[in-house]
């Protein structure tokens, strides 16, 4: 079971980047892909949530309106659009799955969980 993230990079605020999470190993309409971020020093904060069959979307207060995030089932990959980046953007964006609901946050909480991708926002 893998889930490979891609896409992450620096770009300055108001910028855009998407990022990419490939999963493998499961069956991925079964589950709820989320997308979680973690600042240096500070806890996880869940970004947002997919769910890999009927494809309801939750977003956190904080991106909603900014970053969009879907799939494709047929490449087993969930995307974040991130758009109007802001200097509190800035984290390591960790790919997250699991059966049973949407914005869990910690990893002990998700079935599967991968390496992270740094986004860094800065003028």
């Known amino acids: 079971v893998q889930l490979v993230e891609s896409g992450g990079g620096m770009v300055q605020p108001g910028g855009s980047l998407r990022l990419s999470c490939v999963a493998s190993?499961?069956?991925?309409?079964?589950?709820?892909l989320s997308w979680v971020r973690q600042v240096p020093g500070k806890g996880l904060e869940w970004v947002a949530s997919?769910?890999?069959?009927?494809?309801?979307?939750y977003y956190a207060d904080s991106v909603n309106g900014r970053f969009t995030i879907s799939k494709d089932n047929a490449k087993n990959t969930v995307y974040l659009q991130m758009s109007g980046l802001q200097l509190e953007d800035t984290a390591l964006y960790y790919c997250?799955?699991?059966?049973?609901?949407?914005?869990?946050?910690?990893?002990?909480?998700?079935?599967?969980w991968g390496q992270g991708t740094q986004v860094t926002v800065s003028s």
């Open positions: 997250a799955a699991n059966r049973r609901t949407y914005a869990l946050r910690e990893r002990r909480e998700n079935d599967y």
């Open positions: 190993g499961f069956t991925f309409s079964t589950y709820w």
């Open positions: 997919i769910h890999g069959d009927t494809g309801m979307i």
